[in-house]
């Protein structure tokens, strides 16, 4: 599902409101997820999951097309983690479909 597929069906669940104003709704929640992280900090929505930043530390690594070794910088990278709820209905999910 694309940000658009989200805004789209966010619209068609709910008939008052707008596309413009579900686009907004969509926006908004992913920039504030966005700032929290960037201020590093942890976001976590009960039911669905919580998103962190994982470090990676500096490390040597090789380019694959020459094979000459390159200095990989440090960095914190987002990562997701599906929370309880989320996992079971997923999981449900994919055993009916089987």
């Given at each position: 599902?694309?940000?658009?597929?989200l805004i789209a069906a966010l619209a068609s669940r709910f008939p008052k409101?707008?596309?413009?104003d579900a686009e907004i709704a969509?926006?908004?929640i992913l920039d504030a997820i966005?700032?929290?992280?960037?201020?590093?900090?942890?976001?976590?929505?009960?039911?669905f999951g919580?998103?962190?930043?994982n470090y990676h530390p500096a490390r040597t690594g090789r380019n694959p097309k020459s094979g000459e070794k390159v200095n990989v910088a440090?960095?914190?990278?987002?990562?997701?983690?599906?929370?309880?709820?989320?996992?079971?209905?997923v999981e449900v999910s994919e055993t009916a479909r089987i």
């Open positions: 599902m694309t940000r658009s597929d409101l707008m596309v413009k969509v926006k908004e966005e700032y929290s992280l960037a201020q590093g900090n942890r976001v976590e929505i009960r039911g919580c998103f962190s930043l440090p960095k914190y990278v987002p990562h997701f983690k599906a929370g309880k709820e989320m996992r079971e209905r």
